[in-house]
């Protein structure tokens, strides 16, 4: 079974609104990572969070992660119609970290 | 740099066909990963190689197999398709250690019928 779950789904805001989006995970983790998708395409790395790290930066993204929850967000700022895709966390195993589990994904729709 | 390719990146098949696809990693990388997604599964882990080597696998069966050349190109297999087949197959290459960022392919998008 997959690794991790994200939540919401899907989320429909408008533009200039912040979305957060959640992930969880079910074992021990070296890093966590979000990718998005655009409609039908492969998946852009956005962000890695490693597992002793608790909050990072990348322009309008942020990310927190909660190993004890095994959890974590992602937050874009200040949304864009162009932010619309899916996002997916993905964790490679702490005990084999070159195989990779993504979760489901949320469907972000910005609308402008 | 150049991205990953995928070749072709529309396949259309009959069940009992079989299929192959071809994934050029970016430049300086030694592993690919490959990926199937349908609306239903998500996003599965296939298989990884690294250096010519199936280093990882994942729960599927027989049917789909793959290989990696001595320039890290990679082909993927699938023999006697079926209709649940059909989907999404993503490749992704990355430097092959410590798990970090995978950079993905635009995907092969297939159909069996």
């Known amino acids: 079974s997959q690794q991790g779950e994200e939540d919401p789904q899907a989320l429909s805001i408008q533009e200039g609104e912040n979305a957060t989006m959640n992930c969880s995970y079910k074992?021990?983790?070296?890093?966590l990572q979000w990718y998005r998708q655009n409609s039908g395409r492969g998946l852009v790395h956005l962000i890695l969070?490693?597992?002793?790290?608790r909050e990072k930066h990348s322009g309008r993204l942020r990310v927190t992660l909660d190993t004890s929850k095994k959890s974590s967000s992602l937050l874009i700022t200040a949304s864009r119609a162009a932010d619309t895709a899916s996002y997916f966390c993905?964790?490679?195993?702490?005990?084999?970290?070159?195989?990779?589990?993504f979760g489901s994904g949320t469907k972000l729709n910005v609308k402008p | 740099k150049a991205g990953v390719t995928q070749t072709p990146r529309y396949l259309i098949k009959t069940r009992g066909q079989q299929v192959t696809l071809s994934c050029s990693p970016i430049?300086?990388?030694?592993?690919v990963s490959w990926y199937q997604q349908t609306p239903g599964q998500g996003l599965q882990f296939l298989f990884e190689?690294?250096?010519?080597?199936?280093?990882n696998k994942g729960n599927f069966p027989g049917r789909f197999s793959g290989r990696q050349f001595s320039n890290s190109r990679s082909e993927m297999n699938v023999s006697t398709l079926e209709l649940g087949d059909s989907a999404l197959y993503l490749c992704?290459?990355?430097?092959?250690?410590?798990?970090?960022?995978?950079?993905f392919g635009p995907g092969t998008r297939l159909t069996v019928t």
């Open positions: 992704a290459s990355s430097y092959g250690t410590e798990g970090l960022e995978q950079y």
């Open positions: 074992t021990s983790i070296n890093n």
């Open positions: 969070i490693r597992s002793n790290e």
């Open positions: 993905a964790t490679p195993r702490e005990d084999n970290f070159n195989k990779f589990y």
């Open positions: 430049s300086g990388h030694r592993s």
């Open positions: 190689y690294f250096s010519e080597t199936q280093r």
